[in-house]
Nanobody, 123 residues
Framework: VQLQASGGGLVQAGGSLRLSCQAS????????MGWFRQAPGQEREFVAGISWSGDMTYYADSVKGRFAVSRDNAKSAMYLQMSSLKPEDTAVYYC?????????????????WGHGTLVTVSS
């Protein structure tokens, strides 16, 4: 599975952005997926996850209530709607996929990674 994240950019605090992750290659089925981010000088951290069917989602406490993850398996795509953005949300955002349909927050369980997309939130 190849993953390509897009939609990053520069936005003012309080603004919104929608990230997309397009999958290609092997059949995009039964893969739980997730969004992670990495700020300069920091470890990559979990942001949001979604099960293969889309019926289960989970968020990091820092983004709960502001971000929403969704997916469209017919389009082999996943999305992250980000609202009420804060300067501390500034990071490179990565989409990732598991080989399992079960949602996970653990970075080690994600086998496939896309190149990141940079989100910069100005104060």
């Amino acid at each position: 599975v190849q993953l390509q994240a897009s939609g990053g950019g520069l936005v003012q605090a309080g603004g919104s952005l929608r990230l997309s992750c397009q999958a290609s290659g092997r059949t995009f089925t039964r893969n739980a997926m997730g969004w992670f981010r990495q700020a300069p000088g920091q470890e990559r951290e979990f942001v949001a996850g979604i099960s293969w069917s889309g019926d289960m989602t989970y968020y990091a406490d820092s983004v709960k209530g502001r971000f929403a993850v969704s997916r469209d398996n017919a389009k082999s795509a996943m999305y992250l709607q980000m609202s009420s953005l804060k300067p501390e949300d500034t990071a490179v955002y990565y989409c990732a996929a598991r080989t399992s349909p079960v949602l996970s927050t653990n970075i080690v369980f994600f086998a496939y990674w896309g190149h990141g997309t940079l989100v910069t939130v100005s104060s």
